[in-house]
């Protein structure tokens, strides 16, 4: 059974940093392409980072350059690196994975239960 666990939110000041963890299981992150998505109510999912099976990445215009995604297959788990936050990042976040690479649009098959992040000004 495929089971996505996000972990790392919490509350930050506009300019701190957090660092964001998918731990995957049930299946072999390798095998799979994934990313991370965010949410605010009232407001679609909107694809933030993605992480190609060689290694390349994507970003959402509104966080590139602050943040980072990264893999390590041998734990089964994605990261995400948030430095500069802003106020406006302030979402729940999500992590997601398919077999299907679906880039940054949300139509991947399988979700974790999201993390929130709030950033204070």
């Known amino acids: 059974q495929v089971q996505l666990v996000e972990s790392g939110g919490g509350s930050v000041q506009s300019g701190g940093s957090l660092r964001l963890s998918c731990a995957a299981s049930?299946?072999?992150?390798?095998?799979?392409?994934m990313a991370w998505f965010r949410q605010t109510p009232g407001k679609e999912r909107e694809g933030v980072a993605f992480i190609d099976s060689d290694g390349s990445t994507s970003y959402a215009n509104s966080v590139k350059g602050r943040f980072t995604i990264s893999q390590d297959h041998a734990k089964n788990t994605l990261y995400l690196q948030m430095n500069s936050l802003k106020p406006e990042d302030t979402a729940m976040y999500y992590c997601?994975?398919?077999?299907?690479?679906?880039?940054?649009?949300?139509?991947?098959?399988?979700w974790g239960q999201g993390t929130q992040v709030t950033v204070s000004s």
């Open positions: 997601a994975a398919d077999r299907i690479n679906w880039w940054l649009l949300p139509k991947y098959m399988y």
């Open positions: 049930g299946f072999t992150s390798r095998h799979y392409w």
